[in-house]
């Protein structure tokens, strides 16, 4: 029973005021997408690897990451995107062996996600046999608010969660999902929730969380530089 781990990196990520995608934005002594893989690839199962990039950056990912999947006898696939963050994950569900049961889909972005993270998911999923999502208590005060800005009330929440990726799915429920959608979501949890398939969440991780704006940049070189040291 194989695992795979789809990275999704073909977004522009244009908060973060750089000239290059957000995958390809230096970090540390290599890039966003190349921490994302290391932590990748620190699980205690290697998984089948995939890329999701730019369409004209497949070719240069795919040189670039080679020689790291020969070092760990890991296969890298790697393929083009699409225009949003759902059909670069159906890209990715496209060219999975057959052998893979269980799948975890990644944003790059969240470069600094550690790999017991993912290990952890990967066991969920296997002794739940349902999506599993990580996910960390909201800590602020929310609000729903109007159009224009006024106050309307004051959300409970204990109720609500900030979920993270990796989220992980048995490979024929996330497979269903993809099959069935016939809108757009922003996570594969909500994809899979849709098609009424049920889905737990387990403890996140702080360092889980998405490169956006430029200050998200300066905490993960600082991650990075500690755990490079
Ligand atoms: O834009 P956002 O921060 O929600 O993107 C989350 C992840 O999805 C990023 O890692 C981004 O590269 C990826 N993405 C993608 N294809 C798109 C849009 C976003 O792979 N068309």
Redesign the pocket.
Known sequence: SAIAVIV????S?TRLGHAE???FVPLGSGTVLSVAVDSVLGMRETPHLVL?VPADRVESTRSRFAPVAEAAAAEIAVVA?????Q??VAGGLAVLPDSVDTVLVH???RALAPALLFDEVVGAVRARRRGIVPALDVVDTVKRVSDDGRVLETVDRSALRAVQTPQGFPRASLDHAYATAHEEF?DDAALVASAGLVVDVVPGDVRAF?I?VPADLHRAEQLVAEREA
């Open positions: 999704v990196a073909a977004g990520g995608p957000k995958a999701v995107g699409g225009a949003t963050r059909e670069s944003d790059a972005a922003t998405k956006t």
